[in-house]
């Protein structure tokens, strides 16, 4: 039998001997294109993922979204919400974790669900009996908006709201944290685990309970271990406003004149942090 030798035959045996080649992956636009937005209420972060469908013309409140029939609010995935520390919805209490979020749109009012079944494609059955949490929101008018948006707005230190907004509607829905009782858990942990020269751990503890009136007694032990690691200008005035707290005022006025004997004498000590102290002082001595 002869052996192929022509130039062909040895460009067809070369095809066969190569390596497969890759298909190249081809993305493409999202028509409801994804997006997220976070807001951090005190120290609890809030973390949300959704897609954004369009308007183009069409009828959304009663058309394209029915009324009163369950919306997984948006497109594509599941709408989900994810909160670090426990919060409350409307004033209901809600455990942290990540939730996805179900509403049943009506043109009075809303109901919003946030549950654990996050399979919720198109065509996907919902489940009310994976709800964590349903609530009753109303909608309100508002300007055009083309694109399904969330946002966090109007917020404060311990709450804000999460929007809804499309089309001509905003729909509010209310997220509260106990800022306290997060910060001084934290605290707690954080005091707990601090080594025992660690004197900043437990003197910001203190101060910020002692600045908020929260856990006082508690803090007034962490302002005494903050101390008994390292007496300076931090610790002892703050051992002084622990003492006035207390009723002690001889006691503070004493303590107070140390921490600024020992803030003047420390380089690292600012006078624009000495002179809040001094009038400290000079208010507790006139009383």
């Known amino acids: 039998m002869r052996t192929l030798s022509t130039p062909a035959a040895a460009l067809a045996l070369a095809a066969l001997a190569a390596p497969a080649v890759a298909q190249a992956t081809l993305t493409l636009p999202a028509l409801s294109p994804g997006a997220g937005v976070t807001q951090t209420i005190g120290t609890t972060e809030f973390s949300l993922t959704y897609s954004r469908p369009g308007v183009k013309g069409r009828t959304i409140w009663g058309g394209l979204v029915p009324w009163d029939q369950p919306w997984r609010t948006g497109a594509n995935a599941a709408t989900t919400l994810t909160a670090g520390d426990d919060f409350t919805v409307e004033g209901k209490p809600l455990p942290a974790g990540r939730y996805a979020i179900v509403t049943v749109p009506g043109q009075d009012e809303w109901q919003v669900a946030f549950t654990r079944q996050e399979n919720l494609w198109r065509g996907t059955?919902?489940?009310?009996?994976?709800?964590?949490?349903?609530?009753?929101?109303?909608?309100?008018?508002?300007?055009?908006?083309?694109?399904?948006?969330?946002?966090?707005?109007?917020t404060s230190p311990s709450e804000a709201?999460?929007?809804?907004?499309?089309?001509?509607?905003?729909?509010?829905?209310?997220?509260?944290v106990d800022v306290s009782a997060v910060v001084l858990e934290d605290a707690?942990?954080?005091?707990?685990?601090?080594?025992?020269?660690?004197w900043r751990t437990p003197q910001r503890a203190a101060s910020w309970c002692l600045e908020n009136g929260v856990g006082l007694d508690e803090a007034a032990g962490w302002s005494d271990r903050a101390a008994q690691a390292k007496e300076n200008f931090q610790t002892v005035s703050l051992a002084a406003r622990f003492a006035e707290k207390a009723g002690k005022r001889k006691d503070a006025i004493a303590q107070m004149k140390r921490a600024i004997a020992l803030g003047k004498a420390d380089k690292d000590v600012s006078a624009s942090q000495v002179e809040p102290m001094e009038k400290l002082l000079a208010e507790w001595t006139a009383k």
Do not use: C, G, N
């Open 125 to 154: 059955t919902y489940d009310p009996k994976e709800d964590v949490l349903r609530v009753t929101v109303k909608p309100q008018p508002a300007d055009f908006v083309e694109r399904l948006q969330f946002t966090f707005d109007p």
């Open 161 to 176: 709201d999460l929007a809804l907004r499309w089309e001509k509607l905003r729909v509010p829905i209310h997220l509260a």
């Open 188 to 198: 707690r942990a954080a005091v707990a685990a601090a080594a025992s020269d660690d």
